[in-house]
């Protein structure tokens, strides 16, 4: 744990869903305000859960998939694209482009 956290402030760094573009100016707190904004709703998915529940049953190995399970993996694929995206936001800012090459 760094020094300039205290046992007091345990979301010192989390950013405020009131500012969640402030997020991409540090990279460590890049992902954590989001996260937190993003668990509060649920219910409003990106991915559909049926497709996702299709996608793990073509697995033969899969027999049975409890109902949590395709919500929890739709976030975390939100969650993910949402990621990806900041860290290529950022990586055109700090080259100065416009587009991204592999």
Do not use: W
């Not at 990279?27 to 996702?52: D, G």
């Not at 969650?79 to 900041?86: A, G, V, Y």
Request: aromatic share 8%; net charge neutral.
């Amino acid at each position: 744990m760094s020094s300039s956290l205290h046992a007091d402030e345990p979301f010192a760094g989390v950013l405020s869903p009131a500012d969640p573009s402030a997020a991409l100016s540090s990279p460590t707190n890049r992902f954590a305000p989001f996260v937190s904004m993003e668990f509060t709703s649920l219910k409003a998915l990106q991915f559909p859960v049926a497709r996702i529940k299709k996608i793990m049953k073509s697995d033969e190995d899969v027999s049975m998939i409890s109902g949590e399970v395709p919500v929890l993996f739709s976030k975390a694929c939100e969650l993910f694209i949402l990621d990806m995206t900041q860290q290529a936001y950022q990586h055109t800012l700090h080259c100065k482009r416009r587009t991204l090459q592999l």
